[in-house]
């Protein structure tokens, strides 16, 4: 397999994770400003932090329903380890644990804080859309991001906000009345919602490349751009068919996903991925240039 590292994508990386750090620094300044006490904060920043790197990856996949399989958990698992240890032999990567997620939403991601305690993970949905050789194609973009390991980096971006945005949108429970005492909770629900919004935009930035950098170490990977192209067509297309609720009940994965599942117009402005047609043919200029190696 002749992989290049992508500096674009590293150097993305690096300034996202620099920003986050500095993010981290400034949250919990604020905080430590009105609550005072250093070994709450350090203690409170401590399990965060903590919770963030080892749990996040679990979190993903408790999210979206997925259960880790084994090889003998049915036909559907059998087949998908296979494919997922040769394609992560191809790929000279740890093979990762596989998931299966019980829904009609044709997609698939890979979560996980190193390349040695990744996960990839597929629904039932996609299984049921995609013929062998685009489930290959999928699977193999899923280890381009082990591989790429962007993954961690928007495991830690994604756990960030959604920590964020539950703090904004249940720490008014803990406000109480409304005096001077209650200042701090006040200034933690902005701090949040800062964070969130920084941290949205963070992932935004990077995602978009990242998708063009794990379309490519997919072809290298499997040699066939066009069955990831495929792949993508024929989910894009099954998305207008899946019901309202699984899309709602699985949205909040959409930086993860393969595919976004919003649809409309505010989805595609403020979309973390690029727009499937872009995909599409960039795939098949690569497919052009293999042939004619």
């Known amino acids: 397999m002749n992989w290049k590292p992508d500096w674009g994508l590293r150097g993305r ?86 998931a299966i997620a019980d829904t009609r939403v044709p997609n698939a991601f890979a979560t996980g804080r190193s390349q040695k305690s990744s996960a990839v993970c597929v629904t039932t949905g996609l299984m049921d859309t995609l013929d062998d ?33 539950l703090i904004v949108r249940w720490g008014w429970f803990f406000g109480g009345d409304r005096d001077r005492q209650n200042m701090p909770v006040i200034v933690a629900i902005l701090a949040s919602l800062v964070v969130w919004i920084i941290s949205y935009l963070l992932i935004r930035a990077l995602s978009r490349y990242r998708e063009y950098a794990a379309d490519r170490g997919a072809a290298v990977i499997t040699g066939r751009p066009s069955a990831l192209a495929s792949a993508l067509l024929k989910i894009s297309g099954r998305m207008d068919n899946v019901p309202k609720r699984d899309m709602r009940d699985t949205s909040e994965m959409n930086a993860f996903f393969i595919i976004p599942i919003k649809s409309d117009f505010i989805g595609r402005l403020f979309s973390t991925h690029p727009s499937t047609e872009n995909r599409v043919e960039r795939l098949r200029d690569m497919e052009r240039e293999m042939e004619t190696v």
């Open 13 to 98: 990386m690096a300034l996202t994770m620099f920003l986050l750090f500095a993010l981290y620094i400034v949250f919990a300044g604020v905080l430590f400003a009105y609550f005072q006490s250093l070994a709450v904060m350090a203690g409170f920043m401590g399990v965060f932090l903590f919770a963030q790197f080892f749990f996040s990856d679990k979190i993903a996949l408790y999210s979206m329903g997925a259960s880790v399989v084994d090889e003998d958990d049915g036909p559907q698992a059998r087949k998908l380890h296979a494919m997922v240890g040769r394609l992560s032999q191809q790929a000279d990567l740890p093979k990762p644990k596989v």
């Open 133 to 165: 050789d685009e489930l290959e194609g999928v699977i193999a973009h899923e280890l381009a991001h082990v591989k790429n390991r962007d993954v961690m980096v928007m495991t830690i971006a994604s756990f960030l906000s959604s920590i964020a945005f």
